[in-house]
């Protein structure tokens, strides 16, 4: 009787153990070879590559201007140097540039030596104080004006350089995502098409990657004046053009065969 018992719970153990395997194999262990199947790189593949393309027009201006002052006096270098930076940051103010938008990006104050040989060493005979603010100047289409005013206006101040005008865009990203998806559009085309051609499946995407070719944009570089008290002359109204460019980008797609 004990021995019809331990048989009957043996069979029932067995099913419980045989019914768990199952549904371990069913549930665990066929989803982890498929995720193994599919990590793996097919050995059957091509690749395509694409271009996109959208055209910019910039929104956004940036350049700098400088002080440089030359002299013995450092105390006098030092205020020469100030008033004019002064008046030039009060001068773009003026035109609606907003605080924000100016930045100071150097300071450099250099002694200038004289070696004697009668006495075998270097003396300071003087001092060369540079002093530069980069401006941005936004919204392109309704201040464009203000540019060619700005950059016509500062000589007259004392502002003795000006220099690396150049167009951007305050959000490029957004232009990039236009170009990339015309990219992987005709990238995926294009792989059809010679799918077909082939007399193939087109499978799944096995990797890609992009190369951003731009944007680049024209820039208006004039240094008016270099140094020292003097200056070149400019006109009261510059001509400026900020155009419009391309950003291209250029994708390579690799796809399985089927």
Do not use: C
């Not at 924000?100 to 009668?118: A, C, M, R, W």
């Not at 799918?195 to 087109?202: D, E, N, R, T």
């Amino acid at each position: 009787m004990e021995t019809s018992k331990a048989k009957s719970y043996f069979w029932i153990f067995l099913d419980i153990f045989l019914a768990g395997l199952i549904i371990g194999i069913f549930f665990f262990v066929m989803p982890m070879l498929s995720s193994i199947n599919n990590s793996r790189f097919p050995s059957r593949t091509f690749y395509v590559n694409a271009e996109g393309k959208t055209t910019v027009k910039p929104d956004l201006a940036q350049f700098s201007f400088s002080v440089i002052t030359e002299g013995v006096d450092l105390v006098k270098v030092a205020s020469d140097n100030n008033q004019r930076l002064a008046e030039g940051i009060k001068f773009v103010k003026e035109e609606g540039i907003p605080a924000e938008d100016l930045k100071t990006t150097q300071y450099s104050l250099n002694p200038k030596y004289e070696y004697h040989k009668n006495q075998g060493q270097s003396f300071i005979v003087g001092y060369t104080l540079t002093q530069t603010v980069q401006v941005k100047i936004k919204d392109l289409e309704k201040n464009l004006d203000k540019i060619s005013k700005i950059l016509g206006g500062l000589p007259e101040l004392g502002i003795n350089q000006v220099s690396g005008v150049s167009f951007t865009v305050e959000n490029p990203e957004e232009f990039l995502v236009i170009a990339r998806k015309e990219a992987f559009e005709k990238a995926r085309s294009k792989a059809e098409s010679m799918a077909k051609g082939m007399g193939v499946g087109l499978g799944r995407v096995v990797s890609f990657n992009e190369f951003n070719n731009g944007p680049i944009y024209p820039y208006y570089d004039k240094a008016m004046g270099m140094g020292g008290e003097g200056m070149v002359p400019a006109p009261q109204m510059v001509s400026i053009e900020p155009g419009t460019e391309e950003i291209t980008i250029q994708v390579n797609v690799t796809y399985e065969i089927r």
